[in-house]
C-alpha cells in the first residue's frame, strides 16, 4: 500500500534542483507550500504514483518563469483521497483546456515530449482514480488528483503486533507446476510459514472455504481455473486475505503488499 504524503514528499526531492537551484540561478523564487493531512493508504503503484506528481509539479514550474507559489494539499474525502497541485502561473487558456491530457499536446516547444499529462492520466486512470484541471488564465492551475482509499479491515490496526520471530503465517500455494510448488512451499517453509500447496484452482478454493489462511500465491496460468478467477473467488470468499498472483518467475503484488 502507498502513502500519498510520502510520495509527495519524494517527489519534491526529485523536483529540487528545478525549483530550487535552477530557479535561484535564474533570480527567480518558487515557493513550496505543503498542506499534508494525515491519510489513509491506498493500492497501487507508488512509482507510477510519485511520477505523476513529479510530472504535475514540473508542469507548475515551467508554469511560472517569473516565479511563483506551488501549493500541495493533501485530504480525506468519502472513500477517496485527494492530492491538488496548485500553481500561481500563467493558466491554461479555455480553448486548451481539453487537450492537455492528449499525447504529444505541448506548448512548450520541441525539448518537450507532450507525454506529461497523457501518461498521467493513463497511471491515475489504471488506478481507478480521476484527474481534473482547474485553471485561470493569468491567475494559476490545479491539478486534482483522486483515488480510491484501499480497504483494509478496520480492527487489523488494533491487533498488536507479534515480535518478529514469533510471527507465522498460514499460507495457501495454488501452483500447477510441480517445481514452481516445491520451490515456492520450501522457501515459505524455511521462513517459519505453514504452508499448504495444492496443484489447481478448484482444490484451492476448497482448502480455502474450509480454514483461514494469511495469504494466497496463485499461479497466473493454470488449466481449469486461471488464476484471476481463483483471486476473484477467494476476494468473494474473504476479502481480507492477500491475494498474489504469481506468472513465471515474476511475482505481481495485488492489492496489498505482503507484511514482512
Ligand atoms: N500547471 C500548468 N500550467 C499551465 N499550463 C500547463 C500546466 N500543466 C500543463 N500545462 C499545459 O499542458 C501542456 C501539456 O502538458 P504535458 O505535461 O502533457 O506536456 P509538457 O509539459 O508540454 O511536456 P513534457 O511533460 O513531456 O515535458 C503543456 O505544454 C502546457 O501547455
Ligand atoms: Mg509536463
Not at 515551467?62 to 516565479?67: E, K, T
Not at 487558456?93 to 507532450?114: C, E, H, N, Y
Not at 483461514?212 to 473467488?233: H, I, Y
Not at 477467494?234 to 507484511?259: D, F, T
Request: net charge negative; glycine share 8%; proline share 4%.
Amino acid at each position: 500500500s502507498v502513502d500519498l504524503n510520502e510520495l509527495v514528499e519524494n517527489a519534491l526531492d526529485f523536483t529540487r534542483i528545478q525549483w530550487k537551484d535552477d530557479a535561484e540561478a535564474k533570480g527567480i523564487n518558487i515557493k513550496i507550500q505543503k498542506e499534508l493531512s494525515i491519510l489513509p493508504f491506498i493500492a497501487g503503484s507508488a512509482s507510477e504514483l510519485r511520477e505523476v506528481i513529479t510530472n504535475l509539479i514540473n508542469n507548475a514550474i515551467d508554469a511560472m518563469p517569473q516565479g511563483g507559489q506551488i501549493k500541495i494539499k493533501t485530504f480525506k474525502k468519502d472513500s477517496y483521497v485527494a492530492l491538488i497541485v496548485e500553481d500561481t502561473g500563467v493558466g491554461i487558456p479555455k480553448a486548451l483546456r481539453d487537450r492537455i491530457f492528449d499525447p504529444f499536446f505541448t506548448t512548450k516547444g520541441v525539448q518537450s515530449t507532450g507525454l506529461g499529462l497523457s501518461v498521467s492520466y493513463g497511471i491515475i486512470n489504471r488506478h481507478r482514480g480521476t484527474l481534473k484541471v482547474d485553471s485561470v488564465e493569468g491567475k494559476g492551475t490545479a491539478f486534482t488528483i483522486s483515488l480510491p482509499i484501499a480497504e483494509k479491515p478496520a480492527e487489523e490496526e488494533k491487533v498488536t503486533p507479534m515480535p518478529k520471530e514469533h510471527r507465522k503465517a498460514c499460507i495457501l500455494v495454488i501452483e500447477d507446476e510441480e517445481q514452481v510448488r516445491d520451490i515456492f512451499s520450501a522457501i515459505l517453509e524455511k521462513g517459519g510459514h505453514e504452508v499448504e500447496v495444492v496443484s489447481d484452482g478448484r482444490r484451492g478454493i476448497e482448502k480455502f472455504e474450509k480454514r483461514e489462511f494469511d495469504l494466497v500465491f496463485t499461479d497466473l496460468g493454470m488449466p481449469g481455473m486461471s488464476g484471476w478467477q481463483v483471486a476473484e473467488k477467494i476476494k468473494a470468499i474473504n476479502g481480507r486475505v492477500p491475494v498474489i498472483l504469481v506468472s513465471g518467475w515474476n511475482i505481481e503484488m495485488k492489492e496489498q503488499e505482503i507484511k514482512d
